[in-house]
């Protein structure tokens, strides 16, 4: 691990939103199988198509849940933070699952194996309530993003993710953020690239150094009604 990874480290919050519901000893049987692991923006946490072995509980990383066509075009369908997990087709015995999971903000999570996570779930009914209650938050997630792709324009879309990133504390690398978000959003990097620069010109996106902040009170103005919507889930 590199030296300014280290230092974060020792300063993140080690317990997530998730994990925070559960009883002490039930979090730290959790902590205890897990692996605590530094990811970069960019990184892929789970492959399509591919039976998954472990799954992620982000402690300060976002991650991007995606689905790819057969053309290698994508789209994302969903953003997790530390209010929930991904790998939960370990859970369930489902075939191969066909979404891809990509760190969008880089920071820590918890790597847990499969069968460790299986065990833990089913002798912990407090885990089992947790996490149905964050996939069931998701799925809404997942079925207002579809509304909010057919019928609102890039500007309004790229407001309202950047509000859910930093609801989940993340923070976006600027070398990489257009294109990371033109790929969640499936659109145009150009497309992008001109709605973050309608953004600054409005004062709500301003970069500084290597990271791109926000203004929340000028970013609400410009979000679309889903924001609202995904917010209260």
């Not at 075009?73 to 369930?92: A, T």
């Amino acid at each position: 691990m590199m030296r300014a990874e280290a230092a974060e480290q020792r300063g993140v919050e080690r317990v997530t939103g998730l994990l925070a519901e559960l009883a002490v000893h039930e979090r730290n049987a959790i902590q205890r199988a897990s692996d605590m692991q530094f990811r970069a923006a960019g990184d892929v946490l789970l492959r399509a198509h591919t039976r998954s072995r472990s799954a992620f509980f982000p402690i300060n990383a976002v991650v991007s849940v995606v689905r790819l066509l057969n053309d290698n075009r994508s789209v994302e369908v969903g953003l997790v933070g530390n209010e929930g997990m991904v790998g939960v087709d370990v859970l369930l015995d489902a075939r191969i699952d066909g979404d891809e999971v990509v760190v969008q903000s880089a920071g820590f999570v918890y790597c847990m194996p499969a069968d460790d996570l299986r065990h833990l779930f089913d002798a912990t009914a407090r885990l089992q309530k947790s996490i149905l209650r964050f996939t069931h938050g998701f799925l809404g997630q997942v079925a207002q993003n579809a509304l909010c792709s057919r019928y609102h324009g890039t500007r309004q879309r790229v407001a309202k993710w950047l509000l859910m990133i930093d609801d989940r504390s993340g923070r976006l690398d600027t070398s990489k953020s257009s294109h990371l978000l033109a790929a969640a959003l499936c659109t145009g990097e150009l497309e992008m690239a001109g709605a973050l620069a309608e953004l600054t010109t409005a004062g709500a996106v301003q970069q500084r150094r290597s990271t791109l902040n926000i203004r929340r009170d000028v970013l609400e103005t410009g979000a679309c009604e889903c924001y609202e919507t995904v917010r209260m889930q």
